[in-house]
């Protein structure tokens, strides 16, 4: 094990993710070995959450980002701002996880404006550099730094993809949604509902998922069902508590939030 990793402890309160595969032990290797993480998968599978997990089990502060339109290179590394009559640097969030250590988390990193891959480009080689033009600094990132970025494969379109000069900077882990035995745990995990509950549920989403991409934009994700299941064990119907939480969250078409119903009803029996 790395110096790095010896000088922090896992807290006490890890958030609860169920592994699928060896992703921990990548993750745990890529922190080690001081070397970028890309995430690829659907939302709502358990990105998000694994990192969230893996920061708190190294004992680690995260930074997360979640990436949008409007993200700029300057939301990350900080700007100049009026501060009680001053004109003052404030770092942003890959800034302060540069420059103190710690898991800098880009969600969704597509979504971000093209010169933000550019202020990437130095932490993900061995340089570990980060360029503060404004400022005039060069930070070295320490031992206990690690970039982790996401995003969703399924919505890349030609104008929103990472660039293959980016993504082989990156080692790449990809996730998908769980298979039903694993689903069905997490789901009893997550919010106390029965087994028969949240085996309905995980049956439903599987069928749901057959149709993403032909009907459906997006497929049921685990996080919809962890909804769902919330509002189940709060009392609230299951009609009503499928509507809210898987339904509707889905679809604004009307024939196809019908087929929806109808194929629930089904399946439910």
Same mark, same amino acid.
């Given at each position: 094990?790395?110096?790095?990793?010896?000088?922090?402890?896992?807290?006490?309160?890890?958030?609860?993710?169920?592994?699928?595969?060896?992703?921990?032990?990548?993750?745990?290797?890529?922190?080690?070995?001081?070397?970028?993480?890309?995430?690829?998968?659907?939302?709502?599978?358990?990105?998000?959450?694994?990192?969230?997990?893996?920061?708190?089990?190294?004992?680690?502060?995260?930074?997360?980002?979640?990436?949008?339109?409007?993200?700029?290179?300057?939301?990350?590394?900080?700007?100049?701002?009026?501060?009680?009559?001053?004109?003052?640097? &404030?770092?942003? !969030? #890959? *800034?302060?996880?540069? =420059?103190?250590?710690?898991?800098?988390?880009?969600? +969704?990193?597509? %979504? /971000?404006?093209?010169?933000?891959?550019? &202020?990437?480009? !130095? #932490? *993900?080689?061995?340089? =570990?550099?980060?360029?503060?033009?404004?400022?005039? +600094?060069?930070? %070295? /990132?320490?031992?206990?730094?690690?970039? &982790?970025?996401?995003?969703?494969?399924?919505?890349?379109?030609?104008?929103?993809?990472?660039?293959?000069?980016?993504?082989?900077?990156?080692?790449?882990?990809?996730?998908?949604?769980?298979?039903?035995?694993?689903?069905?745990?997490?789901?009893?995990?997550?919010?106390?509902?029965?087994?028969?509950?949240?085996?309905?549920?995980?049956?439903?989403?599987?069928?749901?998922?057959?149709?993403?991409?032909?009907?459906?934009?997006?497929?049921?994700?685990?996080?919809?069902?962890?909804?769902?299941?919330?509002?189940?064990?709060?009392?609230?119907?299951?009609?009503?508590?499928?509507?809210?939480?898987?339904?509707?969250?889905?679809?604004?078409?009307?024939?196809?939030?019908?087929?929806?119903?109808?194929?629930?009803?089904?399946?439910?029996?």
């Amino acid at each position: 094990m790395s110096s790095a990793l010896k000088e922090f402890t896992p807290k006490a309160d890890v958030p609860f993710y169920q592994a699928t595969g060896h992703e921990e032990q990548l993750f745990e290797t890529a922190w080690q070995r001081k070397l970028p993480l890309l995430l690829k998968g659907p939302t709502g599978c358990g990105k998000t959450r694994f990192v969230s997990h893996m920061a708190a089990k190294l004992g680690v502060p995260l930074y997360t980002v979640s990436c949008h339109d409007d993200l700029t290179a300057a939301d990350l590394t900080g700007r100049y701002l009026i501060k009680g009559g001053e004109t003052v640097w &404030v770092d942003g !969030p #890959l *800034t302060r996880a540069v =420059r103190h250590g710690g898991i800098c988390y880009l969600d +969704e990193v597509v %979504e /971000a404006r093209k010169d933000v891959t550019v &202020v990437l480009h !130095p #932490l *993900t080689d061995d340089r =570990r550099l980060l360029p503060l033009d404004r400022t005039g +600094e060069l930070l %070295e /990132a320490p031992d206990n730094f690690m970039l &982790v970025v996401s995003y969703n494969p399924g919505y890349q379109n030609l104008l929103k993809q990472l660039k293959p000069s980016t993504r082989q900077r990156f080692l790449a882990a990809e996730f998908d949604f769980p298979d039903a035995r694993t689903e069905t745990d997490i789901l009893m995990r997550e919010t106390g509902i029965d087994h028969d509950a949240a085996e309905i549920l995980v049956r439903i989403a599987g069928a749901i998922r057959n149709l993403a991409g032909v009907d459906l934009e997006e497929a049921a994700s685990t996080r919809l069902l962890i909804y769902c299941a919330t509002l189940l064990k709060a009392g609230v119907s299951f009609d009503d508590a499928v509507k809210a939480a898987i339904v509707e969250p889905l679809s604004d078409d009307a024939d196809i939030k019908a087929g929806l119903h109808e194929a629930i009803g089904i399946i439910r029996g």
